[in-house]
DNA sequence: TCCGTGATTTCC
DNA sequence: GAAATCACGGAC
């Protein structure tokens, strides 16, 4: 159970969006240690993509992390509700970054169940247990990432993520989801997830 | 399958 | 100021 060097998130961004699936996210909060294996990845290749918040290399406070060094956190709020947790790639200067769409709940189940549903975990039905952390909303939700998760270091020890040797799965990809709007960069095929894992958010 | 929710950022 | 937004949950 190592954790990840930095060098690991630094590189191509489509090859560090493939080389996460089976990481395991870790996140320490209020004492607790919060986990959960990646099993759902987008890449996002900043200036040239449209589908990006730094396409043509818009840079602006929210965008500003990723033009920072990889391995750093980037959490923004969608539709006024929902987070989404990303990891800054590539050197400083180049504003690449992966979201991480989908994980697999591993520890601490209960607190997981807590922050989501204000549940058990024992009282969940198999539906509630599937939906738990399939999404990069309901993931970002589970494992209690929020603004204040935004910009952190994630060679540190609050948000981080160790290799526990999980490379018993192949991976797919596909197109990237909730894009339509992105023309043609919403046909790349940058989405990367583990075949037949139930945690993934749409096949 | 569709629609309301709802806040932050960015664009005009 | 207005529009857009890398979702989700619940009502049909």
Redesign the pocket.
């Known amino acids: 159970m190592k954790k990840l060097r930095r060098d690991f998130y630094c590189g191509d961004t489509l090859s560090v969006a493939q080389n996460l699936l089976g990481k395991t996210l870790v996140h320490i909060t209020e004492g607790k240690r919060l986990s959960g294996k990646i099993v759902e990845t987008?890449a996002?290749k900043g200036i040239t993509?449209k589908?990006?918040?730094?396409?043509?290399g818009?840079?602006?406070?929210?965008?500003?992390i990723?033009y920072g060094p990889c391995g750093f956190s980037?959490v923004?709020?969608?539709?006024?509700?929902?987070y989404?947790f990303?990891i800054v790639t590539q050197k400083k200067g180049v504003p690449e970054?992966v979201?991480i769409?989908?994980v697999e709940p591993l520890e601490n189940l209960n607190e997981i169940s807590l922050n989501?549903?204000d549940k058990s975990f024992s009282s969940l039905n198999k539906t509630q247990i599937k939906?738990l952390t399939?999404?990069?909303?309901?993931?970002?939700?589970g494992l209690a990432i929020g603004?204040s998760e935004n910009k952190l270091d994630l060679c540190g020890g609050t948000l981080y993520l160790v290799d526990d040797n999980s490379n018993d799965f192949s991976i797919k990809n596909a197109k990237?989801?909730?894009?339509s709007?992105?023309q043609e960069a919403a046909d790349y095929p940058w989405r990367f997830y583990i075949e037949n894992n139930i945690y993934v958010?749409a096949k």
Request: glycine share 10%; charged share 25%; aromatic share 16%.
């Open positions: 987008e996002y993509d589908a990006a918040h730094s396409y043509g818009r840079r602006t406070k929210r965008t500003e990723m980037y923004y709020m969608i539709y006024g509700m929902y989404c990303n970054a979201l769409r989908a989501r549903y939906n399939n999404g990069p909303g309901k993931l970002c939700k603004k990237r989801i909730g894009i709007y992105a958010s």
